[in-house]
T-cell receptor
Framework: DAEITQSPRHKITETGRQVTLACHQTWNHNNMFWYRQDLGHGLRLIHYSYGVQDTNKGEVSDGYSVSRSNTEDLPLTLESAASSQTSVYFC????????????FGNGTRLTVT | AQTVTQSQPEMSVQEAETVTLSCTYDTSESDYYLFWYKQPPSRQMILVIRQEAYKQQNATENRFSVNFQKAAKSFSLKISDSQLGDAAMYFCAYRRAPSGATNKLIFGTGTLLAVQP
């Protein structure tokens, strides 16, 4: 069965370190998204991609970057982790088209100490 | 910019009873989609129900139904015959349409539903 996998499931890192969260999908979807979930804020969009070599900023992109070198993967990098980036991160993917549902990964809980 | 508001941070319901979760949204678009997602403690995001704005008929999925009031920009979720497994965080979400390849979802802040036995 096709799926979307995030790794690691939990990560603890120190302030100032570079961290990369992995997202891999086997749906062959063009669209991929990164969200962060925080209490009182719901899910907020960080970055998204509509295909290989395409990346776009979401509403909370500062301090994050993504790259899309193939269809399956959209890694999220925190260039210099800050305590404000402690959160649960969700990756999602979908087909092109307005009627396509989003498929979510199971999230990565990141703690920055 | 579009916004989604869930004014009930927490709700509680007795098992087998009915509960309604509220959601309002703000948009200048006439065509869009609305969603309810369920997030149990496992963190998995599960699509509960979807409504197309151009459809007047309210969407229904088994015990889950919506009350979609387009003019009032209101999209509430009704859960009938509540079960212990319904306990979860529920998110309301909005997506523009038509929008080409854009599938960006805008989420509300969530409502934590407790089900009492």
């Amino acid at each position: 069965d096709a799926e979307i996998t995030q790794s690691p499931r939990h990560k603890i890192t120190e302030t100032g370190r570079q961290v990369t969260l992995a997202c891999h999908q086997t749906w062959n979807h063009n669209n991929m998204f990164w969200y962060r979930q925080d209490l009182g804020h719901g899910l907020r969009l960080i970055h998204y991609s509509y295909g290989v070599q395409d990346t776009n900023k979401g509403e909370v992109s500062d301090g994050y970057s993504v790259s899309r070198s193939n269809t399956e993967d959209l890694p999220l990098t925190l260039e210099s982790a800050a305590s404000s980036q402690t959160s649960v991160y969700f990756c999602a993917s979908s087909e092109k088209g307005n009627n396509s549902p989003l498929h979510f990964g199971n999230g990565t809980r990141l703690t920055v100490t | 910019a579009q916004t989604v508001t869930q004014s009930q941070p927490e709700m509680s319901v007795q098992e087998a009873e009915t509960v309604t979760l509220s959601c309002t949204y703000d948009t200048s678009e006439s065509d869009y989609y609305l969603f309810w997602y369920k997030q149990p403690p496992s963190r998995q995001m599960i699509l509960v129900i979807r409504q197309e704005a151009y459809k007047q008929q309210n969407a229904t999925e088994n015990r889950f139904s919506v009350n979609f009031q387009k003019a009032a920009k209101s999209f509430s979720l009704k859960i009938s015959d509540s079960q212990l497994g319904d306990a979860a965080m529920y998110f309301c979400a909005y997506r523009r349409a038509p929008s080409g390849a854009t599938n960006k979802l805008i989420f509300g802040t969530g409502t934590l539903l407790a089900v009492q036995p």
